[in-house]
């Protein structure tokens, strides 16, 4: 359905003049729990967003639409780590029923980013997240751009920050698609439970060129430089064992842990929404390569396997011919490896379901508990990796299964399907489902 902020405004002022309303209401004096009228998902469809009256809670200021949850920031600037700007200003129309009507694009994308980030609050309570993330936390809309960049949304962790660049497409605004929002919320917890301290830099995202393109930056140390760092000796590699162990190492890392943060991250987009084409609701062209919903059987029994990151990994180090085109090849190949991953893990939710007699959406909130449970054991083996002992898939699918603690057989099967496929298979010896009790263990053969 094309929704844009424009047609979602026109919507919504057109039929507030077919009633009685106060155009100027005092809307910076209003705060509490105020209903205003939005855009969000539709309870009937996954695909569709209708317009409702949704409360928002704990508002301090409607005319900022600050409060509880959030707070934002119009065209901010980072100092010292930290977003810096003024409030941006919204109009609201009060009707007859004393319920508000956002008058411009501008209010309605901060009505929606707030509404549904008090939602994604109550998320991370109900899936043991509760005590991650600080509240209200901060946005920045209308940031300004270089070079034209738009139809993007970015998480940065060291502000602890969400930032928009304008929507240009004739599509679900990134602002209004509650699966991206929750795709990026997502990002705030890995950056806490597993990349804080560790490897910060590993986001999909390159936090330096964002910046400098969005122009929010005011630290000069935070701009990246324009000339490309040469990669030394790749040029004149010609085969994958002459590689510096530390810079494969290190390479191979950063790719797994954007791969694992984005593919993590579709998983939560999923896991809120239910629709498993939530980035396309956006980005159309994205459908084919980031859908959770596949035909092929063989795309879903499978996660990336430590020998084939490596070798492609190698080939992009050596056919690289400096650290932008190596850093752009690795986050392309980030979003390769994340669709394997969730993907995997909406097949898991697949399977809870049957297997536990629960509904679609319990279901999916099982797997979300599961995962949150086994960030902690991400960071650990990311931790103590090192030239000799790679962290992988296999070990974060004995992460995953310590986390579930009983097993149904399906689920046992499932799990151990995918270690086997994914380079689980040690010594010739395969993964297999042994019943103790009442529940089912992976087992090695």
Known sequence: MKFDFQRITAAILMATTLGACSANPDSASTSGDVKVLAPMNDASSKNSYSLQFIDLIGLSNLQEVSGKFVRFFFSPRIINNHLNGSAPKGRFIRNTDGNYVPGNDLSQQMVVIYAHMQRLAALDAEVGAGDVNKWPRDVGIGVRVKGGMSNNAFYDGKTDSMLFVPYTQPDLPIAANGGILAHEHFHSLFYKLVLKGLNEEASVHDRNLFLQASGISADDKHTADATPAPIGRLEARSDFRSLD?????????????????????????????????????SLPSQKSVRSLEVKNADLVHTMPSELNVRRDVSFFMVNSGDSIELNSNLIGYAYTLGTQYSRVLKRLSDITKEARNLSEADARLQVG?????????????????????????????????????????????????????????????????????????????
């Open 245 to 281: 162990k530390d810079e494969l190492q290190e390479a191979y890392h950063t790719a797994l842990m954007r791969g694992l943060n984005e593919g993590f991250a579709d998983f939560w987009g999923w896991m809120y929404t239910g629709n498993p084409d939530f980035i396309a609701a």
């Open 369 to 445: 508990k599961w995962l949150v449970k086994t960030l902690p054991s991400v960071r650990a083996g990311l931790a103590a990796a090192d030239n000799e002992n790679f962290y992988n898939s296999a070990k974060l699918l004995d992460g995953l299964t310590e986390s579930m603690g009983e097993l149904q057989q399906s689920e046992c099967e499932y799990l151990a399907l995918v270690q086997n496929n994914s380079g689980g298979i040690i010594d010739g010896k395969k993964k297999t489902c042994k019943q103790v009790d009442s529940s089912w263990k992976v087992v090695t053969e």
